[in-house]
């Protein structure tokens, strides 16, 4: 008798919903919402129930000022009254990782946007994790040909770095990053598209990325109409499915366009929670947040590795603005798209003299170092001499290096140009540099 009393009563526990603590917007600020009477985490997701209609809001914690928790909703705020209940989840955002992702195009939170249903199969991560230690590193010491020319010759990447790419708008960051994906040796890329235009994001995975680089890539895309809590997640939600990844061995390439928009929208969360300003607008928390998420990419031992590259949209051409700055502090190098190269119609304008990788050392042989010095040292000499090349005022035979360079321009200027289509052999490519280098050595100074 006691036996089936008590399956009874355990059938009723299992199927009882438990007793939840739930709270009501207290005041709707913009983008910022303020509830009271809940017990919740800083990044802690709860649901929002409007008094009418049953369309639940999710939203995501943001700030806590005394007994008030802050929110910012994952949608727009229509038809919420002061009479909303808000009810806490208990747990923060996980991202589901697995190679069923691959081929996959995203949003910030995992919802499909290419109308397909998610495996069943996959696994949660959070989307904030440990610090890695430092010794857990291993060493990068081998190259990541991205099969764009002018990159590997001048700027290489190697397998665990991060690089920036430094462009302001309209310059082609978006097409040198096809090329990265389409080209790349990579086994897997992972590419989040932070702030685009809705139809920048459709082209680029067409034209840009298109059906062969798609199928080994994972897309994660938060247009610029969306919440900047959601633009901000989209950069935590690649990461983590680069992490994934690396954790199985593979050679990631995480791209992500751009680190700039994810600033913007932590300057938006900020400044709506409260913060002060600091330099140009931004809050502390902006240049606070972005070593953890950079950090987060490079070799592990015994895994594989995370090769990161990220945009950054520098307002009004300016490369010391504060995002920028920081970021070339952070990075292991930087890449600088030029204005006036892409106005000669040179593509990619990639500005090789102000553009370093600062693991080239370990990434090439010597015959390639003192190749890629020769041509780099004349391409300095004439940029120097151009002014007056180009006005007519200078004499020829006055500097032998200056009279072989402006004769092998156009062939210099062949090899950093690459149409987005072509796909380049890295040892033609290094031979036709060495060919250049030779050439040029006869006309150093040391050679007369």
């Given at each position: 008798m006691w036996q089936q009393v008590e399956r009874r009563l355990t059938a009723r526990l299992a199927a009882a919903r438990p007793c939840q603590r739930s709270g009501r917007l207290t005041a709707v600020r913009g983008m910022v919402l303020e509830a009271s009477g809940l017990d919740v985490r800083l990044g802690e997701l709860v649901d929002i129930h409007p008094v009418q209609g049953s369309n639940v809001l999710p939203a995501e914690v943001v700030g806590l000022h005394g007994e008030h928790a802050l929110l910012m909703p994952y949608g727009p705020v229509d038809?919420?009254?002061?009479?909303?209940?808000?009810?806490?989840?208990?747990?923060?955002?996980?991202?589901?990782?697995?190679?069923?992702?691959?081929?996959?195009?995203?949003?910030?939170?995992?919802?499909?946007?290419?109308?397909?249903?998610?495996?069943?199969?996959?696994?949660?991560?959070?989307?904030?994790?440990?610090?890695?230690?430092?010794?857990?590193?291993?060493?990068?010491?081998?190259?990541?040909?991205?099969?764009v020319k002018a990159v590997d010759l001048f700027t290489p990447l190697g397998r665990g770095q991060r690089m920036g790419i430094f462009a302001g708008s309209g310059v082609g960051k978006s097409t040198l990053l096809g090329m990265m994906s389409q080209h790349t040796e990579a086994e897997v890329i992972v590419i989040a598209l932070i702030g685009e235009r809705g139809r920048e994001v459709g082209d680029f995975i067409r034209d840009s990325l298109g059906?062969?680089?798609?199928?080994?890539?994972?897309?994660?895309?938060?247009a610029a109409e969306q919440p900047a809590v959601l633009r901000r997640q989209a950069a935590y939600t690649a990461t983590t499915i680069a992490e994934w990844f690396r954790a199985q061995g593979k050679q990631v390439l995480l791209i992500m366009d751009s680190v700039t928009r994810f600033a913007l929208a932590q300057r938006e969360i900020g400044l709506a929670t409260g913060e002060p300003m600091g330099s140009r607008g931004y809050p502390p928390s902006v240049l606070a947040l972005l070593p953890p998420l950079m950090e987060r990419a490079g070799n592990l031992h015994g895994q594989g590795s995370i090769t990161g590259v990220y945009t950054v949209l520098v307002e009004g051409d300016d490369m010391n603005e504060p995002v920028a700055d920081h970021m070339r502090a952070i990075l292991d190098g930087h890449i600088v798209l030029d204005r006036s190269i892409a106005a000669r119609g040179q593509w990619p304008a990639i500005d090789v003299l102000n553009s370093i990788s600062r693991l080239a050392g370990a990434l090439r042989s010597q015959q390639q170092k003192q190749a890629v010095e020769c041509v780099r040292s004349a391409m300095g000499v004439y940029r120097n001499s151009e002014t007056l090349i180009e006005l007519g005022a200078y004499e020829k035979g006055a500097q032998r290096l200056i009279d072989l360079m402006i004769e092998l321009k156009p062939e210099l200027d062949a090899l950093l140009a690459q149409a987005p289509g072509e796909c380049c052999e890295p040892e033609k490519t290094w031979q036709t540099l060495q060919r250049l280098a030779q050439q040029l050595n006869r006309g150093a100074p040391h050679a007369s």
């Open positions: 038809g919420l009254s002061l009479a909303s209940e808000v009810l806490p989840l208990g747990e923060a955002w996980s991202v589901p990782v697995g190679a069923g992702l691959l081929g996959r195009v995203l949003d910030a939170t995992c919802q499909p946007l290419d109308d397909r249903p998610l495996p069943d199969d996959l696994q949660r991560m959070p989307r904030l994790v440990a610090p890695i230690n430092p010794l857990h590193r291993a060493p990068i010491d081998q190259p990541l040909v991205t099969g059906p062969e680089g798609l199928k080994k890539a994972v897309v994660i895309a938060a």
